[in-house]
C-alpha cells in the first residue's frame, strides 16, 4: 500500500470509529431519574420552565425559545400537556412512551393545545444531580441555555 493509499484508508476508518461512537454520545452521558426525582419545576437559562406533577401533568412556560419545537404550531402559546418515560413494552425492543414507567432516562412531552407536537426530552448527567434537554436528536446536544435543572424545594417551609 503506497502512502496516498494508507492515508485514504487511516481516513476512512477514522471515519467509521467516529460515526460509531456518536451515535452512543447520548447513551453514555444518560441519567436514570426516578419519577420522584423528576417531580417539581425545571428551569433553562433562556427562560423556559417546566413544573412536572405525579399524575403526569405538566406546565410550563419559554416554549418559544425551545428549538425541538421549532416544528409545532405557535410554540410559545403551549403551556400544559403530559409527560411519560419512555421504556420497552415487555418482549419488545425498542422503548415508546409509557404512562405507567417510574424512571427512565428519556420522556416525551405532548402538548394540551397541540396533539401533534410532541418533544423528546433526555436525562443526563447522573441521578444526584440530573439536567434535561427537550431536542430532536439526543446527539446533536442541546442549544446554549436549553438544558433545564431542577429547581430544589426550599428548606424550612
Not at 81 to 105: C, I, K, L, M, N
Request: hydrophobic share 35%; net charge negative.
Amino acid at each position: 500500500m503506497n502512502i496516498r493509499g494508507g492515508y485514504a484508508f487511516f481516513l476512512s476508518a477514522t471515519g467509521v470509529v467516529l460515526t460509531a461512537s456518536c451515535g452512543y454520545a447520548a447513551a453514555i452521558h444518560a441519567a436514570e431519574i426516578t419519577q420522584e426525582r423528576l417531580i417539581g419545576t425545571w428551569t433553562s437559562p433562556a427562560g423556559t420552565s417546566l413544573t412536572f406533577s405525579r399524575e403526569r401533568t405538566f406546565a410550563g412556560s419559554g416554549f418559544g425559545e425551545v428549538e425541538a419545537m421549532a416544528d409545532c404550531a405557535r410554540p410559545e402559546a403551549l403551556s400544559t400537556g403530559r409527560w411519560a418515560f419512555y421504556a420497552r413494552p415487555e418482549g419488545g425492543d425498542v422503548s415508546v412512551p409509557h404512562e405507567t414507567a417510574t424512571r427512565g432516562h428519556d420522556l416525551q412531552l405532548s402538548f394540551d393545545g397541540d396533539a401533534t407536537c410532541t418533544v423528546w426530552v433526555y436525562l443526563y448527567g447522573d441521578a444526584e444531580d440530573p439536567a434535561m434537554c427537550p431536542t430532536r436528536d439526543p446527539d446533536d446536544g442541546c442549544p446554549s441555555g436549553g438544558y433545564l435543572k431542577r429547581e430544589e424545594a426550599a428548606s424550612g417551609s
